[in-house]
């Protein structure tokens, strides 16, 4: 069963998708949208792929390496997603890896906890997972524009 088959059974809402594929020899990922055929500059406008954006991005002249990261954690403080949380995230994607990246609500733990389990006893699939509180996607989403438009805009 895959994430389609889920969503159409109503066993999750999913808020938004995207696929992250990083190929040896590319400085960084390629996001794709799963939700709809896009361009690259469309799936990293996403809320996911804004995010996975601000984890890789190459940062001003002066700036830590990751100051991408630590921006995001702390307009993220008090949401479920922290520091530790994008640290691990950027750590497990890495040249010659591809992940699935679902934000989602309102879960059937019956219907998907089995899907899960099966990729987990394959051993190719790592699940992380961090429990947002009510309002979290809204902070999370003015969080990812705001930076991304500092971003573009020096």
Do not use: C, Y
Not at 40 to 54: E, P, Q, T
Not at 82 to 109: G, I, M, N, Y
């Amino acid at each position: 069963m895959r994430l389609r088959d889920l969503r159409q059974q109503n066993a999750l809402r999913v808020h938004d998708a995207i696929t992250v594929t990083w190929v040896p020899g590319a400085h960084q990922p390629r996001i794709g949208h799963l939700r709809r055929a896009t361009s690259a500059g469309a799936a990293r406008d996403s809320l996911l792929g804004g995010m996975v954006d601000l984890i890789f991005r190459t940062p001003d002249t002066g700036k830590s390496p990751r100051a991408g990261i630590v921006d995001l954690a702390g307009r993220l403080a008090g949401i479920g997603i922290d520091l530790a949380f994008l640290d691990e995230l950027r750590s497990q994607l890495r040249p010659e890896t591809s992940a699935l990246l679902v934000l989602s609500s309102d879960p059937d733990l019956d219907q998907v906890r089995p899907v899960i389990e099966r990729g987990l006893a394959r051993g190719d699939v790592t699940l992380k997972h961090a429990r947002l509180p009510e309002g979290a996607l809204d902070v999370l989403q003015q969080a990812v524009h705001d930076l991304q438009a500092r971003g573009r805009h020096g």
